[in-house]
């Protein structure tokens, strides 16, 4: 089964957009689990028109992927996957540096 899901987003400008951003996606890995869903991609929410800095929206999705799998360890979600459009380089580039590193520092997890 495919779900589309929809979002608003603010603009950048403070720390706010933070806590509604990681509230959206908690709130995306609960329906996800609710629903029974084996896997969910996220685009890169707030790097384009939002000019939300690219590292910390990738560190922020990841995180947040990291907290939810490990406080529902039975869940049936099992793969992330984070979206980033193909033709925008620098987006990838940072994206993939950012989780690479991050998994790096948490791989003991």
């Known amino acids: 089964m495919q779900t589309l899901k929809h979002n608003y987003n603010v603009y ?15 709130e995306l890995f609960r329906r996800a689990d609710a629903g029974n869903y084996t ?9 384009g028109n ?14 947040e992927a990291v907290d939810f799998s490990q406080k529902n360890p039975n869940t049936r979600l099992h793969d992330v996957l984070f979206v980033v459009y ?3 380089a620098k ?3 940072v994206i993939a540096v950012t989780v690479s590193v991050c998994w790096m520092f948490n791989s003991h997890i």
Not at 39 to 47: C, E, H, M, V, W
Not at 50 to 63: E, F, G, N, S
């Open 12 to 26: 950048w400008d403070n720390f706010i957009v933070l806590q509604i951003l990681r509230q959206f996606l908690k």
């Open 39 to 47: 896997s969910i991609a996220i685009p890169a929410i707030g790097t």
């Open 50 to 63: 939002l000019h939300i800095p690219h590292a910390l929206v990738a560190k922020w999705m990841y995180d």
């Open 86 to 88: 193909d033709k925008d």
């Open 91 to 93: 987006t990838v580039m």
